[in-house]
């Protein structure tokens, strides 16, 4: 099965457009692990579609009412406060939360933002924008002798003064990556926005996806082996995904798990903690009850669930650490360490971030 006629066996509620491509195997059992597998077939062959996943902070949402009024707000205010001016933006800031010391400062960091993206932003331009900034007056770039660097999160990003992108970046006061645009203030429905030619201008570089230019290798021993691992493991996997009256939500269960295994930086121990992790976590025990007798039915269901897991993410980080080392225009480091937060491959909406490494704050 291709990854572009994949159906998933089963309906997971996983809250994000693009999840890790591992969690394909207990969202939907076999079929999600084969899917895994031909999308690592497709990145070995074709990468055109595998975009820079930037590590951008804080998010902005900013656009023209239908009137032509400019407006932009944070994350905090979308769909709440509508700030009309760069004093009614900070002043929500600043009279926000518990009076915390940082938001004096940043209530006049995003004052100055707002100045220079509503004169950037074209007056004919109707709806919303949102993206994360990259950097900006409060928190500028530097050029160092190996190229423009900034640090809008825990990633550090450098970028080739020789480079189109670092003429651009040279010239400007904020850069911004954008994700979505939406029609309305405060909508939810957002669609995926192409082409941000139109909001760029020489004080703001606005980045749309940034495309990967280099085409990686996958190992068909490792895809051989994580197949070989189906076969041995996806009847009894699929059976003891099945959604059972009293406990639908199992897929999601095993979600948590390894999600949070991976925050703590214990994935070498994702096998043996399932069961320790699910005795103190909010799982009810009745629930926690059934899951226990579906393990001593279906015994090998788990070990295959973390095994596939585990060697999916294996093959997923030898891709990553080649396009990491790959000659490009954007070098990216965490912690003083080559790499950042990853890639997204669009057109399967996965994402494709090295977990071993790689812990979101």
């Known amino acids: 099965m291709r990854y572009s006629e994949f159906k998933p066996l089963i309906e997971a509620v996983k809250g994000r457009e693009y999840n890790h491509l591992e969690d394909n195997v207990f969202f939907y059992g076999s079929e999600g692990a084969q899917n895994a597998v031909e999308i690592l077939k497709k990145l070995g062959s074709d990468s055109s579609d595998v975009a820079i996943k930037w590590d951008g902070n804080p998010t902005v949402y900013w656009g ?90 825990l990633v550090t990003y450098t970028v080739n003064t020789k480079s189109k ?8 006061k904020v850069g911004v990556v954008v994700h979505s645009k939406f029609d309305e203030f405060g909508s939810k429905q957002g669609t995926p926005i192409s082409n941000v030619d139109e909001l760029n201008s020489d004080n703001v570089v606005v980045l ?28 009894e996997i699929d059976k003891f995904l099945a959604p059972i009256k009293g406990l639908s939500d199992l897929s999601n269960i095993i979600y948590t798990y390894v999600n949070q295994t991976s925050k703590s930086k214990n994935l070498e121990q994702l096998e043996n903690n399932f069961f320790t992790w699910l005795s103190s976590s909010k799982v009810s025990a009745g629930k926690q009850k059934k899951i226990a007798e579906l393990n001593d039915t279906y015994p090998k269901a788990l070990p295959g669930i973390f095994k596939l897991v585990k060697t999916i993410m294996v093959v997923k980080d030898h891709i990553i650490d080649q396009l990491d080392n790959a000659d490009t225009d954007v070098k990216a480091s965490t912690d003083g360490k080559k790499g950042g937060e990853g890639y997204v491959a669009l057109g399967s909406k996965t994402k494709l971030v090295p977990r071993t490494r790689w812990v979101p704050n």
Do not use: C
């Open 64 to 153: 023209r009412e239908q009137d032509g009024t400019f407006v932009l707000v944070g994350k905090n205010g979308w769909g709440k406060q509508m700030a009309k001016s760069a004093d009614e933006l900070s002043n929500f800031i600043k009279n926000s939360g518990k009076g915390e010391d940082w938001r004096e400062r940043f209530g006049n960091e995003m004052a100055a933002i707002y100045k220079i993206m509503e004169v950037a932003t074209p007056p004919e331009f109707r709806g919303y924008v949102y993206g994360d900034l990259l950097y900006h007056p409060g928190k500028p770039y530097s050029v160092t002798e190996g190229g423009i660097e900034f640090t809008p999160n």
């Open 165 to 172: 992108l670092g003429q651009r970046i040279a010239k400007s």
């Open 208 to 235: 749309g996806q940034t495309y990967v230019t280099h085409q990686p290798n996958i190992d068909t021993k490792e895809v051989k082996n994580i197949e070989s691992l189906i076969n041995s493991y996806g009847q």
